[in-house]
């Protein structure tokens, strides 16, 4: 929000205080400046917490003049040369300021034009150039007259972007004052975050200001000089649903004359961010800037013709289906059904708290005004105005919410700014609906509040002066105080909430700075760990020293994206999607149900930059629940390898294409590094699988996961590349049952191992997990390590047949082992093979 300090000043005494110090107070308090722009002032320089721009004009070489006559150039029909007087001589100064036209011939000007007049060697804005470009004035000639000096446009001196003609100045001031004392600011662009919404205008700003600074705060002047007829049949309203407009007010103005506005008033707009428009307009957006309640003029006339002749009725509703609006903007909008409409009887009038419609809009031909204030939820504005991709004034401010007793306030300064500016007739009161008036919190506080809170001694007497001048009503009683919410704030909580909520504006205007560093007073609460966030942190850090890389996707997506993780065919899961309401866009409608296809994006995304990957992510996926109408979130991880075994290196490596056991290796040593026991791996089907490449992992009976390829239907559904996809889906919240806290772990072996070799060959459909559980079963504690390192399949071995060569490490704790040791654990081991599965030693 834009603040010019000339505004600021007509509330609150600002003498002898520093921009800069002002600026940088009301950061301190919450109201973050984040840039100060000079509107001819002195820059200063040094280090500022907010950033500093704007053009400081020479009080020497920019000054008021007046333009004594206008006359025409001698060679060009578009210049004319004007007969200027800077307070110590007259020049004839040439310019080609379309504004100065109609001056032109009619001889000595009285009064004369007063203007801003730059000298030889002035700098100023080059208005012939977009953006801020500063130029020095140099003798010149043009079309054959001497040129060395200038009338300036708003844009040549910094104050808008107009340049189409010279700034005409409503100014006594005498030719030759320097135009910094006569239009000298500077504006502070304030970043206005949620929490203090209600400081959207510039009386809210003086306000903080009066607060931080100790100085009183002048009255907003909110008297109506209202001498029309009676308002009373005139106009009448109706609120359907008081929990979306909870007051809805309206004045009357009559007999008025469209017609710019003061001088001092377009450039105060101008300077806040507003574009003028005509006195009407402006005085809406006047009082809005100034009170922070957005107003609405319509045509009274349009709406008495609307109704066929009789008094227009107000109404305020949602819209209907398929209903549509032409707003100020021009663009026809289809309305959803939580829009809510102000209409009369013929229709709709307007967005309600976000912007007019064109039909009843205030034009040039307007002669009477029916001048709307209201209050909206600001939950329902926000929906309206993402729904419609639409922003404004009003709906910024309605959408972080306005009290409703701000709509009588806005509605009266309308109308006496309209008078003063209009010349008008202003009707004696108003029509005014309140049906849902808000209570105000009350909360109880006490020093010893501020001591535990802030940790700062604070006496009752400091406390109320503190909330007393940000507007608070505060009454004592003993150590007590009992604190009101002034009807201008919507922000302050009750009980605890209350309490919090009135501690941060204590600490806020007794300065942040000004609070000691201590040491917490209170007992630190029992430490309880997270066991879920645990063993995720553990998951991450064994996939990353696997080599993998985390990553984050949306949550949010569409079902024709997800759609891609399947097969063409493959039948539609039959679970809805969580759908959103007021999605962000079209790819981001419902809550996601596949973590896969996320990740499978992010693989698709980095394919063409780099060749090997490896990602994983954890994180839930929304499943609709029967107890509710609130999804189910399960927490899954999902794991994807693409690319060579191994990175290029001059020395060489391993540059074979990672396939379905390397992955198995990555859940294995996973699962293992958790502490999950009794893995065991089988083949399993799942449609984004390749058939034959794809496994379960179980522990026991229950099913952790699937991984393995990803099926050719799906890939080529991706833009991945020429290398197979290699994936892992598993299901975190059964795994996290299966995390123990502590388990068992081994000492350092003090006895030397004995290692041997052993190949057995077995029919094809034995499993090579079924022979290493039985190898595990039979060597018991003294078999310390278990690796299968080939396999065999051909002639010699006899069709149907495989062989499978383990590596078997025999260890034992106590003792060294004999010979005898190990050929007796070998013969059982052979026994029960060839019993239990037919293997038979491969010699």
Known sequence: MKVPISWLKDFVDLDGVSIEHLAHTLTMAGLEVEEIRYIGLPIPSGQQLSKLSGLAWDREKIVVADIREVGPHPDADRLVLCRLYDGEKEHSVLTGAPNLFEYKGQGELKPPIKVAYAKEGAEIYDGHQAGSHKTTLKRTKIRGVESYSMVCSEKELGISEEHEGVLFLETDAAAGTPLADVLGDA????????????????????????????????????????????????????????????????????DIEIKPSPEWVRRRLTLAGMRPINNVVDATNYAMLELGEPLHAFDYDVLVQRAKGKPPVISTRRAKKKETLTTLDGVERQLDDFTVLVCDSAGSLSLGGVMGGLESEVTASTRNVLLEGAAWNFINIRKTLNAQRLASEAGYRFSRGVHPAMAERGVNRGLELMRQW???????????????????????????????????????????????????????????????????????????????????????????????????????????????????????????????????????????????????????????????????????????????????????????????????????????????????????????????????????????????????????????????????????????????????VLAGEQQLGVFGELHPQVQAQYDLGGHPVQAAALNLDAIYSLVLARFDSRGVPAYPPVLEDMAFVVDETVAAGQIEALIRQTGGKMLSDLQLFDVYRGEQIGAGKKSLAYQLTYQDAERTLTDEDVSKMRHRIVKRLEQELGAKLRA
């Open 187 to 254: 504006v502070f662009d304030i970043a206005i975050t949620p929490n203090i919404a209600r400081n959207a205008n510039i009386y809210g700003v003086a306000r903080e200001a009066s607060a931080l600074l100790g100085r009183p705060l002048k009255p907003m002047p909110l008297e109506v000089q209202a001498d029309g007829p009676k308002i009373e049949g005139a106009a009448r309203i109706e609120i359907s649903e008081p929990e979306l407009n909870p007051r809805f007010v309206l004045g009357m103005i009559r």
């Open 422 to 696: 209009a010349s008008g007739s202003v009707a004696q009161g108003l029509v005014d609906e309140y049906p849902l008036p808000p209570q105000p919190s009350v909360v109880e506080i006490g020093p010893g509040d501020a001591l535990r809170w802030l940790g700062v001694e604070l006496s009752t007497e400091q406390l109320s002066d503190i909330l007393g001048r940000l507007g608070f009503e505060v009454k004592a009683k003993g150590d007590a105080l009992t604190v009101t919410t002034p009807d201008h704030r919507l922000d302050i909580g009750e009980g605890v909430i209350g309490k919090a909520d009135l501690m941060e504006e204590v600490a806020r205007i007794y300065g942040y700075e000004n609070i000691p560093a201590t040491r917490l007073g209170d007992d630190l609460p029992p430490q309880r760990g997270n066991r879920t966030l645990e063993i995720e942190e553990r998951i991450r850090d064994l996939l990353a020293r696997l080599g993998l890389q985390e990553v984050m996707t949306y949550r949010l997506t569409s079902p024709e994206q997800e759609t891609r993780r399947l097969p063409v065919g493959t039948p539609p899961d039959d679970k809805p999607y969580t759908q959103l309401s007021n999605p962000i866009s079209q790819e981001r409608t419902v809550l996601r149900k596949s973590l896969l296809a996320s990740v499978l994006e992010i693989v698709e995304r980095n394919a063409n930059i780099r060749e090997r990957l490896g990602f994983f992510e954890i994180g839930p996926v929304f499943h609709a629940s029967e107890a509710g109408p609130l999804p189910d979130e399960l927490q899954r991880l999902v794991l994807a390898l693409r690319g060579p075994r191994q990175p290029g290196h001059w020395q060489g490596g391993d540059v074979g294409a990672l396939d379905f056991y390397d992955v198995k290796g990555v859940v294995t040593a996973l699962l293992s590094g958790l502490g999950v026991d009794g893995l065991a791996f089988e083949p399993a089907q799942h449609p984004a699988f390749h058939p034959g490449k794809s496994a379960r």
